[in-house]
């Protein structure tokens, strides 16, 4: 199982975002026991937050093996389903962030407003840091609401298409991409005239 360390070397950079994905991701491995090798954990996902680095390099659920799946509805929930069973979890993150202070929310502002001050990183920086540490040390209970879930309906495994070739750029698409215009075969962005 990889550390902390290890998914902030993968992400770029430590964030309370980054930490939430990492407590989800422990939190669903005590559950299932290992990361998925090929397709056999699913992870739904329904935020493109920072957290999702974390899902991706702990549990082995990623978009290019096709069990790791987006749905775009803002909130950070995460369902993690294992094949063919159907067995599954469904965590939702009910972290309460710890006050501010008002020389933290002022440095926010300022940040947010374009103020790359040393003092306003410093502040903005201490700030992520403290949340971050927060998040790790805090119990599941505090952090995410845990619930069972069997799915009788499983997303579909990932499919391979064969490329086609583009009749106007020359690029090679997914076969279920492809696009008819003016009698060619074409890719969604010569179809849409953006190439």
């Known amino acids: ?12 950079h430590s964030c309370p975002g980054l930490a939430l994905g990492y407590r989800v991701s422990l939190r669903a491995l005590r559950e299932f026991k290992k990361r998925s090798e090929d397709e056999e954990l699913v992870a ?50 009910d972290w309460k962030r710890p006050p501010e202070t008002e020389a933290e929310k002022t440095a926010w ?23 971050v540490r927060h998040i790790l040390d805090i119990d599941d209970r505090e952090l995410m609401k845990v619930t069972k879930s069997e799915q009788k309906k499983l ?9 086609i070739v583009c009749e106007r750029c020359g690029e090679k698409v997914a076969e279920p991409k492809v696009r008819i215009k003016d009698g060619n075969l074409v890719c969604i962005p010569c179809m849409e005239g953006k190439r």
Do not use: W
């Open 155 to 163: 997303p579909p495994q990932a499919e391979i298409y064969q490329s």
């Open 44 to 93: 739904i996902v329904e935020n493109n937050s920072c957290a999702v680095d974390a899902v991706q390099a702990m549990t082995g659920c990623t978009f290019g093996k096709g069990n790791l799946i987006f749905r775009d509805f803002g909130k950070q929930v995460y369902t993690f389903i294992v094949r063919p069973s159907g067995r599954g979890i469904r965590i939702s993150v």
């Open 109 to 131: 502002e300022r940040y947010a407003g374009g103020d790359r001050s040393k003092k306003v990183i410093q502040i903005v920086h201490d700030r992520k840091a403290a949340r």
């Open 1 to 12: 199982m990889k550390n902390y360390d290890d998914v902030v070397e993968f992400h770029g």
